[in-house]
């Protein structure tokens, strides 16, 4: 870590962003490329803005190979957003949106939609307390859906879907806010991806949209202005003033994943220190992770000690030792180590030894 006073950040979100991107940012902060002025304070209709905005997407498109026919949409309000303009964008008449319950940030995808339209849970993982994923074969989709809508990384309960959802012609959209750009995927699989910037895209504030164009016939008019995939697309991001600064961010963490051998490589370096943490849980005596194997994220990792009083121990001394933000979801208590791309690898050694350490006292 180059300051002094820096830290490891396991936040589930807004979580680390790559140390080379933030010096970049703070080189250029008081005059963006020599401008006089300050990337913020750059007008959105300015060259040297939409010129940030299309290097951004470009990069995108080529970090994730997504073909022509798709828009990308650069949006605000989270992805807790995107839970009302998904079924107000797509929604038809007589046929449900379709989700998979997998977890915490299905369940409020599938509450937002209520509010809207008709639903149909076409599977849950209740049965299984969260435990594992959804397969495909364990349940059908038909055909008389609007969409299907799934949540491959669910950020709080740590598990990730090992396949994409057989979905046949119905549409399927995808809420990649914990897992994007953490591992290869055929956008050509999906009909819409979404994900809130603030784990591995950027700061918060910035909303991705991924949209395959013949869904854009989809969005009436009623839809608000804003949430409207069809406005948004014609106004090339820009129905107003869209957040500049996360954008520019944006754009640096991409240049950083080209520079460093892009989704194959950082999917590399993901599944090392996934590796490295579960390997240290499941050879302790302490810590436990309830997650079935094949359904385990290399995101987001809760693990626990058998007693609440331990769990809080264990998050105050690690925070003193550096190690910040491991406390779980307040629905769900114990530790989650968030680990996206930007945690180094040498951050993970941390925790781990920090566990070692901390188990040798317990035990
Ligand atoms: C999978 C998933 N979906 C949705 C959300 C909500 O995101 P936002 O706060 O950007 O609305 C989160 C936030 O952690 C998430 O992890």
């Known amino acids: 870590m180059a300051g002094a006073n820096r830290t490891y950040n396991f936040c589930s979100g807004p979580a680390?962003?790559?140390?080379?991107v933030l010096l970049k940012a703070q080189s250029e902060l008081l005059s963006y490329q020599g401008c006089g002025m300050s990337v913020m304070s750059l007008s959105h209709r300015?060259?040297?803005?939409?010129?940030?905005?299309?290097?951004?997407?470009?990069?995108?498109?080529s970090l994730l190979n997504i073909p022509d026919h798709y828009?990308?949409?650069f949006t605000?309000?989270?992805a807790s957003a995107q839970f009302a303009s998904i079924p107000l964008n797509l929604m038809q008449p007589g046929k449900p949106g379709g989700y998979l319950d997998s977890g915490y940030w299905a369940q409020k995808a599938i509450a937002e939609a209520e509010r809207y339209g008709p639903v149909k849970v076409v599977a849950s993982a209740a049965e299984s307390n969260y435990s594992r994923a959804l397969l495909n074969g364990e349940y059908s989709v038909g055909a008389k859906l609007s969409y299907l809508h799934y949540t491959p990384n669910e950020t709080i309960d740590g598990v990730a879907f090992p396949d994409v959802p057989q979905s046949g012609q119905v549409p399927l959209v995808a809420d990649m806010s914990s897992c994007i750009l953490s591992a290869p995927l055929n956008v050509a699989d999906f009909g819409v991806i979404y994900a809130g910037a603030q784990k591995n895209i950027g700061p918060a504030g910035l909303t991705l949209v991924i949209i395959r164009d013949d869904l854009l016939e989809r969005c009436g008019?009623?839809?608000p202005r804003l949430m409207n995939y069809?406005?948004?697309?014609?106004q090339n991001s820009m129905a107003n003033t869209p957040p500049t600064f996360a954008?520019?961010?944006?754009?640096?963490?991409?240049?950083w994943l080209l520079e460093n051998g892009g989704i194959p490589q950082i999917e590399k370096q993901n599944q090392r220190k996934a590796e490295l943490l579960y390997n240290a849980i499941d050879s302790s005596s302490l810590f436990t992770n309830a997650v079935e194997q094949g359904s385990r994220s290399a995101m987001n990792v809760p693990f626990s000690c058998a007693s609440a009083e331990l769990n809080e121990r264990f998050v105050r001394q690690a925070?003193?030792?550096?190690?910040?933000n491991l406390k779980g979801h307040r629905s769900r208590g114990g530790m989650r180590a968030s680990i996206y791309n930007a945690m180094p690898y040498s951050g993970v050694e941390a925790l781990v030894n920090f566990m070692q350490k901390f188990e040798s006292q317990y035990v």
């Open 319 to 324: 925070e003193q030792a550096g190690l910040m």
């Open 76 to 78: 605000q309000g989270g």
């Open 247 to 255: 954008i520019y961010m944006a754009n640096l963490v991409f240049e």
């Open 46 to 61: 300015s060259d040297a803005f939409l010129s940030i905005l299309s290097q951004a997407e470009n990069r995108l498109r």
């Open 221 to 223: 008019d009623r839809v």
């Open 16 to 20: 680390m962003l790559p140390e080379e």
């Open 71 to 73: 828009h990308v949409l």
């Open 230 to 234: 069809a406005t948004l697309a014609s």
